[in-house]
């Protein structure tokens, strides 16, 4: 009976955000994250036309613009790999834009919602209604997060795949781990250091069942994408290309180079390297180590990207909920006494409201500081994680 209400809730409450976010879509302006690869999936289903050809890509601009586009305005390349694409065809069979719009920022508030109840089995060493109810709240509402589901961006997909992954790992079913770790392969940008450090760890620790999932997945996708349309490559990349060219990103260089045009490149790039080197020792130290030293790592390794030098949208930003509710749940099994939450609560709480002021109230460059703040976070609280031998402190 309890199974069945859970149900009848839970197709209720989708239910209504789907009718939400169509009310939602048929009043606010058309974004570029989600509706530039639905257009080129529809144009590709529709006319048979390449989703990277000039018709397509003129269709986007005279429903985008009204005209075709001007000479400094974006022309609307689509920067999504045709592996990736595919992922949207589903949506494509979708005629009303507004309402597949609707579909996918119900999806991915159902995936914001699922990556809070899940991260909580990851990390948390003992799980309470009010430890799942913080969880949900952060991921649900951190401004970061609204933000993808506003514009569209599938980041907050990637997450969910990683913490899904994660799980699976910790529990040794690496092939299924390795196949969902195909989502935020695709997605490329924030993740880019994390694979790296993810196929070293791999390759020494041996985990070849995890190669296996993800290559046999990669190589279907490939193999697909090419019988659809052999010449992807090259468009794709313009795509990207013009993508980071009139999309605003932040990178440390721009950030210090706004304030010292001479000097401020510089210091970035030396921060890059500090950073990387930092970064490559910890890998290093997590040879041979726990599960919770790799997902430590994981996770520092998400939130250093952002201050390594690469240009990143904000939209990107919504990974870094990962290790935002990693320090978190260090906070939390630390103290596991009756007030085990507070110390959990307060550093949701401070991320929570640090991400709404930088973002809404100050310069867009200051959010720079919310990577700067998780990864310090992680390092000081490193020993609280991996040192299993410290005792733990009951209030």
């Known amino acids: 009976m309890l199974l069945v209400i859970f149900i009848i809730t839970a197709i209720a409450l989708t239910g209504g955000l789907l009718w939400g976010n169509f009310i939602f879509t048929r009043n606010n302006p058309v974004d570029k994250s989600f509706f530039i690869p639905w257009l080129a999936a529809r144009t590709f289903l529709e006319y048979g036309d390449s989703p990277y050809s000039e018709q397509a890509t003129q269709r986007a601009q005279i429903l985008y613009y009204g005209q075709l586009a001007g000479e400094n305005e974006d022309p609307l390349y689509l920067w999504v790999s045709m592996p990736g694409e595919l992922f949207y065809i589903p949506l494509a069979l979708v005629k009303d834009y507004d309402f597949a719009r609707a579909i996918w920022m119900t999806l991915l508030e159902l995936a914001l919602i699922f990556t809070g109840i899940l991260f909580t089995r990851l990390g948390f060493k003992k799980i309470t209604r009010l430890v799942l109810v913080f969880s949900v ?104 290309y013009w993508q980071i060219k009139f999309i605003p990103s932040l990178s440390t260089y721009t ?53 390594l030098g690469i240009p990143l949208s904000v939209d990107a930003y919504s990974a870094l909920s990962l290790p935002a509710l990693l320090l978190a749940s260090i906070l939390h099994n630390r103290w596991m006494g009756d007030k085990a939450l507070n110390p959990a609560m307060a550093g949701l709480i401070v991320t929570w409201v640090a991400g709404w002021i930088l973002l809404l109230f100050a310069d867009p460059k200051t959010t720079l500081i919310i990577p700067v703040l998780l990864g310090t976070g992680l390092l000081w609280m490193k020993w609280w994680m991996i040192k299993t031998e410290l005792p733990v402190i009951e209030t």
């Open 137 to 240: 709240v952060f991921t649900g509402t951190w401004i970061f997060n609204l933000k993808d589901i506003v514009s569209g961006s599938p980041i907050p997909f990637g997450v969910l795949a990683l913490v899904c992954s994660f799980l699976l790992m910790q529990n040794h079913e690496d092939e299924i781990a390795g196949i969902l770790l195909i989502i935020p392969f695709l997605m490329q940008g924030i993740f880019i250091f994390f694979f790296v450090f993810l196929f070293w760890w791999i390759l020494y620790h041996r985990r070849w069942r995890i190669l296996t999932g993800f290559g046999m997945v990669l190589g279907f996708l490939l193999l697909l994408s090419f019988l659809l349309l052999p010449d992807w490559i090259i468009p794709s990349l313009r795509g990207i």
């Open 255 to 307: 950030a210090l180079g706004s304030l010292w045009p001479v000097v401020g490149p510089r210091l970035g790039w030396f921060i890059s390297f500090v950073l990387g080197f930092l970064l490559f020792l910890e890998w290093r130290a997590s040879r041979g180590r726990t599960f919770d030293h790799f997902l430590w790592t994981a996770c520092l390794s998400i939130s250093i990207t952002p201050l």
